[in-house]
């Protein structure tokens, strides 16, 4: 396989562990800011179900719920849910220390910074948050209108 001729490695310094998130400026956000037509919101939330959201072969949802039934008056009771399942099963952000390719991660760092708790390098604890414009991703004909094309790279969507 051919080594992609593009690489952001190093553009912002050997010490760097945002990449391309760089980019995201407080002047850029007030621009994706001034797009805005309507102030609606659209959940990007995937629901949470036995058989989902992973990906076919990660059917692994483990919930259980756990709850206190003490019937004393006054006596507080609760019920809470606890969740074991694959992180890659919905809407989520890695940072870009969570991958690897023989044996260097992002910026050409060494995967030793990756161990069974976490990164030590590269972690989306590094992200402050994000702020972007979006584009609705389903088009108008998927919504019973007429389709709409999708934006090409440079054009506005508003």
Not at 41 to 47: D, H, K, N, R
Not at 105 to 108: I, T, V, Y
């Given at each position: 396989?051919?080594?992609?001729a593009i690489n952001n490695w190093g553009r912002w310094g050997d010490s760097d562990e945002l990449g391309t998130l760089n980019l995201?400026?407080?002047?850029?956000?007030?621009?994706?800011?001034?797009l805005v037509k309507r102030g609606k919101?659209?959940?990007?939330?995937?629901?949470l179900e036995k058989d989902g959201p992973q990906h076919p072969t990660f059917?692994?949802?483990?919930q259980v719920t756990f709850m206190t039934t003490d019937p004393a008056p006054g006596a507080f009771n609760v019920a809470d849910d606890v969740v074991t399942m694959v992180t890659h099963s919905g809407t989520h952000v890695d940072g870009l220390g969570h991958c690897w390719k023989d044996g260097a991660?992002?910026?050409?760092k060494s995967a030793e910074h990756i161990t069974s708790y976490?990164?030590?390098?590269?972690?989306?604890?590094?992200?402050?948050?994000?702020?972007?414009?979006?584009?609705?991703?389903?088009?108008?004909?998927?919504?019973?209108g007429v389709a709409t094309p999708s934006p090409r790279r440079g054009?506005?969507?508003g």
């Open positions: 396989m051919a080594e992609q995201m400026t407080p002047e850029r956000i007030l621009q994706a800011i001034r919101i659209y959940s990007l939330s995937v629901p059917h692994k949802t483990w991660m992002w910026n050409g976490g990164t030590t390098w590269a972690g989306i604890h590094n992200v402050p948050g994000m702020v972007a414009r979006g584009a609705d991703p389903l088009p108008q004909g998927g919504r019973g054009e506005r969507v």
